[in-house]
């Protein structure tokens, strides 16, 4: 059973709109999360983070929100940039620890020029 | 600050050998996870090492096996290899096993194949 889905294997958007990834959870305990970003033969890169206790978090270009009552967050970029294009993953962990992350299988974005 | 470092990049076993993986974390993190990642899916979670002690497992058979060191370089072991354990393995690194310094460094992975 997974518990961390990413149900879009792939997205496409044009330089300059907004790209909006999708993850879903079903462990309502998880209380901390995480997106990455990877680009091919690189480990994954923190991207940006959000606490349960907040429904919002924004970087720059990227902003997290997270819905608990769905069990839903979602990663919004804006503008998108070619130099996005790179798998993301989503992650859930437990009692703030990353480094037991229970991650989706990721969903590739493709930001065309 | 060098990043986090694996070795070997590329590795070839047959079933039934033993491997090890090794790891070099940034310098002061004190924290180390290990992660299996097969083709197309996520990076699962084997385990993580806090101070040279084990602080958590996944869903992985005791075949599985990982040692931290003093000098944040750290091991994974796996015997009796099985045709399924073809992945890429990634660690990761932090300063801390949780709370807001707990972003964690992974580095570029070792590809593990089994014939």
């Known amino acids: 059973d997974q518990q961390v889905k990413q149900n879009s294997p792939s997205l496409s958007v044009q330089e300059g709109r907004i790209s909006i990834l999708n993850c879903d959870y079903t462990?309502?305990?998880?209380?901390?999360f995480l997106w990455y970003k990877k680009y091919p033969a690189e480990g994954p890169t923190f991207l940006i983070s959000?606490?349960?206790?907040?429904d919002k978090n924004e970087d720059g270009r990227f902003t997290v929100f997270l819905n608990k009552s769905a069990k839903h967050l979602s990663l919004h970029i804006v503008p998108s940039q070619p130099g996005d294009s790179a798998v993301y993953f989503c992650?859930?962990?437990?009692?703030?620890?990353?480094?037991?992350?229970?991650f989706g299988d990721g969903t590739t974005l493709t930001v065309k020029p | 600050e060098t990043g986090v470092t694996q070795s070997p990049t590329h590795l070839i076993k047959t079933r039934g050998q033993q491997v090890t993986l090794r790891c070099s974390s940034q310098?002061?993190?004190?924290?180390v996870s290990w992660y299996q990642q097969a083709l197309g899916q996520g990076p699962q979670f084997i385990f993580q090492?806090?101070?040279?002690?084990?602080?958590g497992r996944g869903n992985f058979p005791p075949r599985f096996s990982g040692l931290q060191f003093p000098n944040y370089s750290s091991e994974l072991n796996v015997n009796a290899l099985e045709l399924d354990d073809s992945a890429l393995y990634l660690c990761?690194?932090?300063?801390?096993?949780?709370?807001?310094?707990?972003?964690?460094?992974f580095g570029p992975g070792t590809r593990l194949t089994v014939l």
């Open positions: 959000i606490s349960s206790i907040k």
């Open positions: 462990n309502s305990m998880f209380d901390y």
């Open positions: 990761a690194s932090s300063l801390a096993k949780g709370g807001p310094y707990n972003e964690q460094f």
């Open positions: 310098s002061g993190h004190n924290t």
């Open positions: 992650a859930a962990s437990l009692n703030t620890n990353a480094g037991k992350s229970t």
């Open positions: 090492y806090y101070r040279e002690e084990e602080n």
